[in-house]
């Protein structure tokens, strides 16, 4: 009876931990996706990365959408499109959504 108790309390140590890690790494969080971007970009999507960019503090969420998903699959981009595409490469729908929220917010 107490085997059974103690397994079935690791199990449920194990599940809500495979919970748990998997949610957090689904929901990416906007300001962390943003540390890398925040070099070249500035803190508040306000510089010219590299020169060569556009400001993208200046971007709707929807055009940020479409400027990452085009970085991604090669349809968007001049100068920086090979350094870009690198960047977004491993981003996925959601986390592509959650940046261009959290890169709309930063100027509010």
């Given at each position: 009876?107490?085997?059974?108790?103690?397994?079935?309390?690791?199990?449920?140590?194990v599940?809500?931990?495979?919970?748990?890690?998997?949610?957090?790494?689904?929901?990416?969080?906007?300001?962390?996706?943003?540390?890398?971007?925040?070099?070249?970009?500035?803190?508040?999507?306000?510089?010219?990365?590299?020169?060569?960019?556009?400001?993208?503090?200046?971007?709707?969420?929807?055009?940020?959408?479409?400027?990452?998903?085009?970085?991604k699959?090669?349809?968007?981009?001049?100068?920086?499109?090979?350094l870009?595409?690198?960047?977004?490469?491993?981003?996925?729908?959601?986390?592509?959504?959650?940046?261009?929220?959290?890169?709309?917010?930063?100027?509010?």
């Amino acid at each position: 009876m107490k085997t059974t108790r103690i397994t079935k309390t690791l199990k449920s140590i194990v599940v809500a931990g495979a919970i748990i890690s998997s949610s957090t790494l689904l929901a990416a969080d906007g300001a962390a996706l943003y540390n890398k971007c925040a070099g070249c970009h500035g803190s508040a999507g306000e510089k010219v990365a590299l020169g060569k960019s556009k400001v993208i503090a200046d971007m709707s969420e929807a055009d940020l959408v479409a400027s990452l998903n085009g970085y991604k699959d090669g349809s968007y981009g001049g100068a920086m499109k090979g350094l870009m595409k690198g960047q977004v490469t491993n981003l996925s729908e959601d986390d592509i959504k959650t940046l261009s929220a959290h890169i709309v917010s930063l100027k509010k």
